[in-house]
Nanobody, 111 residues
Framework: VQLVESGGGLVHTGGSLSLSCAAS????????MTWVRQAPGKGFEWVSW????????NYHNSVKGRFVISRDNAKNMLYLRMNNLKPDDTAVYYC?????RGQGTQVTVSS
């Protein structure tokens, strides 16, 4: 199993970023995928999930209306579009499924 995130960076408050996760080594289209994050000094926090077919998804209340999760099963890719970013969104973002997660990508939002 390999999960490789990309797309993080430094943005100002109100800015946008798009994260990507390349998945391999498992039946991607059959798995519910999740984005989680870990802010400095804090534990992991669930951000969003999407089912295997991409027809059902959910968001943590803190990101609802600002983040959009999507996937491309033909490319084994998971995405997270993040809009109207806030300093509280600063964290390392990971894609995950089951007990697996990638190495993460840093998102920093300056005030």
């Amino acid at each position: 199993v390999q999960l490789v995130e990309s797309g993080g960076g430094l943005v100002h408050t109100g800015g946008s970023l798009s994260l990507s996760c390349a998945a391999s080594g498992f039946s991607f289209s059959e798995q519910t995928m999740t984005w989680v994050r870990q802010a400095p000094g804090k534990g992991f926090e669930w951000v969003s999930w999407i089912n295997g077919g991409g027809s059902d998804m959910n968001y943590h209340n803190s990101v609802k209306g600002r983040f959009v999760i999507s996937r491309d099963n033909a490319k084994n890719m998971l995405y997270l579009r993040m809009n109207n970013l806030k300093p509280d969104d600063t964290a390392v973002y990971y894609c995950a499924y089951d007990t697996y997660r990638g190495q993460g990508t840093q998102v920093t939002v300056s005030s």
